[in-house]
């Protein structure tokens, strides 16, 4: 009838998956997703794959592992050694499998020894490794002084003005320092920083020689670091520990004391590792 007025019920919302939902899990899958992570599952098993290889495991064609692989390599998730052509995961896998870093052997092996680090010099003690130009912080202990060093997890810095980076370039393939020498200029960062090769090469020496590193405010101002390479069960320098802060506590007298301190820390981890420092 003419003016008359309804009201409509509410309608009722339904919730969770709709009535018939059942697909199959295998069925809901996408399946080129699927196929890349079964790459990356099969790269993170070796110690370096050649592309035959990867796509025999994978049992996929060559091309559509090299092209799973160009995109993995593109955000950091893979990485291929230019002399061997091998590929291998890469540090940015880090970041996605951080809640899992507990897992990780050197983390889990190196967190304990962090602890100590820090408790024997008050001082802010890192973890880290190289990748490229740089290197990735894997885990820190920090002081509770009231200024002190401070890395953010998954931080990168530049290898050449890093404590760790150094140590590693010291005690690293010669291939790793003529790469980044002739990848071009060094950057600068303060007055102190080692751009100059010929620097750079003098200071790599005497690390080598005394068995640690220093980055004396190479990154930043006011700020010095103390490191020392981890080896692994091939003698190969794979990761770093420092300690870092202020100048004013991290001194040039204290450099040395430090500089014991943390090898003896990074030569535990090393051997907790099953690892070997090379002799000599």
Known sequence: MKGESRTEAPVKRARGRPRGFNVDPEAGTV????RALAILKVLASGEGMSLTELAAAAGQAPATVYRALQT????????????????????????????FLTRTSLVEMARPELRALMAETDETANLAIADGAEVVFL?????????????RLGA?????????????????????????????????????????????????????????AIDDEERTEGMRCIAAPIFNEHREAVAGVSVSGPT?????????????????????????????????
């Open 31 to 34: 399946q080129s997703l699927d």
């Open 72 to 99: 993995f390599a593109s955000h950091g998730m893979a990485t291929q050694e230019p002399e061997s052509q091998l590929w291998a995961v890469g540090p940015e896998a880090f970041r996605i499998g951080a809640a």
């Open 139 to 151: 885990s820190q202990v920090e002081t509770q002084q009231p200024i002190r060093a401070f890395f």
């Open 156 to 212: 990168r810095g530049p290898i050449h003005a890093s404590g760790i980076g150094k140590a590693l370039l010291a005690f690293g393939p010669e291939a790793r320092l003529e790469r980044l020498l002739r990848s071009g200029p060094l950057a600068t960062y303060t007055a102190r920083t080692l751009a100059d090769p010929p620097a750079l090469r003098a200071d790599l020496a005497l690390t080598r020689a005394r068995g640690w």
């Open 248 to 280: 004013l506590r991290v001194s040039s007298d204290r450099a040395e004391a430090l500089g014991a301190v943390v090898r003896a820390a990074a030569d535990r981890i090393t051997a907790a590792m099953g690892g070997d420092a090379p002799r000599g």
